[in-house]
C-alpha cells in the first residue's frame, strides 16, 4: 500500500493526511535504554579510519536490529 504520491521526477510528496497514520511503536523501557546506549556509542565514533568506520557499520547494524524487533513486536 502506498501512502504518498510521487511527483514530477519521482520525488515523494508526503502529506499529513496519509503520514499521520504511520504507526509509531512504543519501545520498552530497556529497549528505549538499549537504544539511548547504542546512538550515544555511535554519536562518539569516528568513521575517518577503516578501523572506525568498520565500528560505525556495526553499532549501526545492532541500532537497526533492536529498531526492527520493536517494530516486529509491536
Known amino acids: 500500500k502506498t501512502i504518498t504520491s510521487s511527483i514530477r521526477g519521482g520525488t515523494l ?3 499529513r493526511q496519509y503520514v499521520e497514520h ?3 511503536v512504543e519501545p520498552s523501557a530497556s529497549d528505549k535504554e538499549l537504544l539511548d546506549r547504542l546512538v550515544g556509542g555511535r554519536m562518539g565514533l569516528d568513521a575517518s579510519t577503516a ?3 568498520i565500528e560505525v557499520k556495526r553499532v549501526e ?3 537497526e536490529k533492536t529498531i526492527n524487533r520493536v517494530y516486529s513486536e509491536g
Open 22 to 24: 504511520i504507526p509509531i
Open 51 to 53: 578501523a572506525g568506520e
Open 13 to 15: 510528496r508526503w502529506k
Open 61 to 63: 547494524g545492532e541500532i
